[in-house]
Each structure stands twice: as C-alpha cells, then as structure tokens.
C-alpha cells in the first residue's frame, strides 16, 4: 500500500511541478476576459448572419427592381401600342364621317334629282297630252 502512495505522491509532485499558480486577481481577470470572447463569437456570428440575410435581401431587391423595369416597359409599350390604336380610331371616325356626309349629299341630291325628274315628268305628260 505504501508503494502505491509514494507513486500517486510522485505522480501528484510531477503534476504540481508542471501546474502554473495563478493569483486570484489574475485568474479572474482572465476568466473574464474568456467570457467576453465568448460574447465577442456569439456577437460576431450573429453579424455574419445578419450580413448574410442583408446580402439575400439586396439580391431580392436587384431582381424586383429588374422585374419593376420591365413590367415598366412594357406598361409604356402598351401605352404607346393604345395611343397608336386611338390614333388611327379617331382617323377611322373622320374618315367615316367624311364618307357619311359624301353620303347625304348624295341623298340630297338623289332627292332634288328626283324631284326634278318628277317635274319633267309632269311636264312631258302635258305636253303629250297637248298634242293629242
């Protein structure tokens, strides 16, 4: 049993002969300077997230901002594609309503046309009916 203590006692000696004393002061200084590293990890690692989700937001925002411009463009196409088709109605009306007064005075004329025949008519049938 001796032999036994004398080696845990070599083997404590040999342990202690290696083992660095600190004083309080110091070794709570740097127990707390070790937690704060701690913090200072978890902070950095929440920054690097944060960056990370800032970096998707932006690539987010660069491809709506793409789709806003083209749907941009496009509403502007349609807009200049609908001017274009109200452009050439409002020809089409004057157009029609051109065409439509050539058509009453025609009618107009057709009418006053007729009316004279129709005297000429009269006037041939007194004539005929004169010589007979």
Same mark, same amino acid.
């Given at each position: 049993?001796?032999?036994?203590?004398?080696?845990?006692?070599?083997?404590?000696?040999?342990?202690?002969?290696?083992?660095?004393?600190?004083?309080?002061?110091?070794?709570?200084?740097? $127990?707390?300077?070790?937690?704060?590293?701690?913090?200072?990890?978890?902070?950095?690692?929440?920054?690097?997230?944060? #960056?990370?989700?800032?970096?998707?937001?932006?690539?987010?925002?660069?491809?709506?901002?793409?789709?806003? $411009?083209?749907?941009?463009?496009?509403?502007?196409?349609?807009?200049?594609?609908?001017?274009?088709? $109200?452009?050439?109605?409002?020809?089409?009306?004057?157009?029609?309503?051109?065409?439509?007064?050539?058509?009453?005075?025609?009618?107009?004329?057709? $009418?006053?046309?007729?009316?004279?025949? #129709?005297?000429?008519?009269?006037?041939?049938?007194?004539? #005929?009916?004169?010589?007979?």
């Amino acid at each position: 049993n001796m032999q036994d203590l004398d080696s845990v006692v070599e083997s404590l000696s040999a342990v202690l002969s290696d083992a660095v004393y600190l004083e309080p002061d110091v070794y709570d200084t740097q $127990r707390e300077l070790q937690k704060y590293k701690e913090i200072i990890k978890v902070k950095d690692n929440k920054i690097a997230t944060v #960056e990370a989700e800032l970096e998707l937001a932006q690539t987010e925002l660069a491809i709506s901002r793409g789709k806003q $411009r083209s749907l941009e463009e496009e509403l502007h196409s349609s807009e200049a594609a609908a001017a274009t088709l $109200r452009h050439e109605q409002d020809n089409n009306a004057v157009v029609f309503n051109m065409h439509f007064n050539e058509l009453l005075l025609k009618e107009e004329e057709i $009418r006053k046309q007729s009316e004279e025949l #129709e005297k000429l008519k009269g006037i041939i049938e007194v004539l #005929e009916s004169g010589r007979k």
